[in-house]
């Protein structure tokens, strides 16, 4: 599979910001710490803050945010912190990603993961920490595929899906 995890470059801000909208209307996420007056400058320099483990939040740790790409295209983005906060140690994980909707069921998602666990065991983590929802089974089946042990089914609010924790060795 011709799929690379890379850095966000100049030339990417068109189908980047496309992504963006795209996953936004699915209530998802494609370019993290993003605000819609940013410059893509900006936000590139908020990645590389990220990459070096400047100003940390709630939302930010040390970590890399990357395009994933297949023949030159932008199919979907990695984000794989190498620290937990609070916020990743009880809800984000390690690892996260998107596969744009035209792109789905085709492996990608699961390719990333795989990828992904490297970029993070050459960070330093050593288990890695994975978060998904109980009803997301594209998600859960690319961690299952990628050797992920379910470690508990979180319970959610009453009519909102409950989490899955899993480790990954
Ligand atoms: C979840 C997501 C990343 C899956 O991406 P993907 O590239 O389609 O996943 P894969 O092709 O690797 O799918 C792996 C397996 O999961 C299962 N699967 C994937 N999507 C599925 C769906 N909608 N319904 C049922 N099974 C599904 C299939 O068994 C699939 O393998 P198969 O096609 O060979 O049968 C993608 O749907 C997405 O980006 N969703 C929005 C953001 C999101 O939920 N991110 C994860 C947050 S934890």
Redesign the pocket.
């Known amino acids: 599979m011709n799929l690379r995890l890379r850095p966000y470059t100049v030339d990417d801000e068109r189908a980047a910001r496309r992504a963006e909208e795209i ?1 936004a209307a ?1 209530d ?1 996420m494609f370019l993290l710490g993003m605000e819609p007056e940013m410059t893509w400058a900006e936000f590139l320099a908020i990645v590389e803050e990220q990459r070096l483990g400047l100003n940390p939040s709630k939302y930010r740790v040390r970590g890399l945010q990357l395009a994933a790409t297949v023949d030159g295209e932008l199919i ?1 983005r990695a984000s794989v912190r190498f620290e937990l906060n609070e916020f990743f140690a009880t809800e984000g994980g390690h690892i ?6 035209e ?10 993961l795989r990828q992904s666990l490297l970029i993070a065991r050459a960070g330093g983590v050593d288990r890695i920490l ?4 109980d009803s ?4 859960y ?2 961690i299952e ?1 990628c050797g992920g042990v379910l470690d508990e089914v979180i319970a959610n609010d009453e009519g909102e899906p409950s989490w899955r924790r899993y480790w990954i060795e």
């Open positions: 996953a699915e998802s979907g996260g990603y998107v596969v744009l909707p792109y789905r069921r085709r492996g990608y998602a699961t390719e990333i994975m978060y998904c929802s997301n089974v594209g998600s089946t690319a595929r």
